[in-house]
């Protein structure tokens, strides 16, 4: 069994077909079918569904590919590390970032961190917490500055600030007569949310699963200033952490009768290897956290 059968393996498993590893791959089709065809032979049991259309994983396949994962994210893991035994090692992390806490939390770690560490280059990555919760549970970034209300047992956290959920309305909105908005109000509202990546979404519809309605969604954007216009001309209504709404003069915010609070902070991955970079990341996150 060599590595190179794993790493298509691999490939082949997330892209469910051979013609698509391949060119990933860039090596010719019948290298990839050669390399599977002989892993399967040597472990005895077929990994793969072969349909018309797609290849899908056997129940043993699925089985073998949490190890593969497992193995290959372990080799990498080890390349980070000997990385940071080197005379001048290449002094790079990767950080998953959300639209939301990006808007208004980010730049501040972000000033903090180049202050005190200069040399080290951030690549970010902005994606919804879901989306980032993943990557970061596949070893794909090294760090995620995320919500981390209900997080997976497979990551460490560290909490950098607690905030509420506001109602925001367009000026002038019948329900901006309130001083605080029961949930059970908007439903013949129009909603703008955030994509289907993102945390805040998934707790909006599962308020209003709670008050049993389906929310009207007129719109959903990754983008919180594409968000706020829409709000600002009539379009509907969104939910946002108070902290972002605070510079925005045009519309009306107001706090939920049963308030919902939602927690921002740091997240990795506790099983895999982190550079000194990604450690000096975290603890400089920790000490802005304190402050």
Not at 85 to 107: A, R, S
Not at 130 to 156: C, F, H, N, W, Y
Not at 237 to 248: C, G, N, V
Not at 253 to 269: D, T
Request: proline share 5%; net charge positive.
């Amino acid at each position: 069994m060599e590595l190179r059968q794993l790493e298509y393996f691999q490939i082949v498993s997330q892209l469910s077909s051979i013609t698509k590893a391949a060119a990933h791959l860039h090596i010719t089709q019948p290298s990839v079918s050669v390399a599977i065809q002989k892993l399967e032979d040597e472990l005895g049991v077929p990994l793969f569904n072969r349909g018309k259309k797609q290849l899908t994983l056997t129940a043993a396949g699925h089985i073998y590919l949490q190890r593969v994962d497992d193995i290959l994210s372990r080799i990498q893991d080890s390349v980070t590390e000997m990385n940071d035994y080197k005379l001048h090692p290449k002094n790079t992390i990767k950080v998953g970032v959300t639209p939301m806490i990006g808007t208004f939390l980010f730049p501040y770690i972000f000033t903090k961190f180049k202050q005190a560490y200069p040399h080290i280059q951030i690549t970010i990555v902005e994606e919804g917490t879901l989306a980032v919760r993943t990557l970061l549970e596949q070893g794909k970034l090294d760090v995620g500055v995320i919500i981390i209300s209900s997080i997976s047992p497979r990551l460490e956290t560290a909490l950098i600030t607690t905030g509420q959920i506001l109602v925001c309305l367009p000026l002038n909105h019948p329900l901006s007569a309130l001083e605080t908005i029961p949930f059970s109000a908007l439903r013949n509202q129009p909603f703008i949310l955030f994509k289907e990546d993102t945390y805040s979404r998934q707790m909006i519809l599962k308020e209003c699963n709670k008050y049993q309605f389906i929310p009207n969604i007129t719109f959903s954007s990754s983008q919180i200033e594409t968000i706020v216009r829409l709000v600002e001309q009539g379009a509907g209504i969104t939910f946002l952490f108070d902290a972002i709404i605070q510079k925005h003069a045009r519309i009306t915010c107001r706090p939920l009768s049963q308030p919902l609070f939602i927690h921002a902070g740091l997240a990795w991955n506790k099983g895999r290897y982190l550079s000194k970079a990604a450690k000096d990341f975290i603890e400089v996150v920790k000490d802005f956290s304190a402050i």
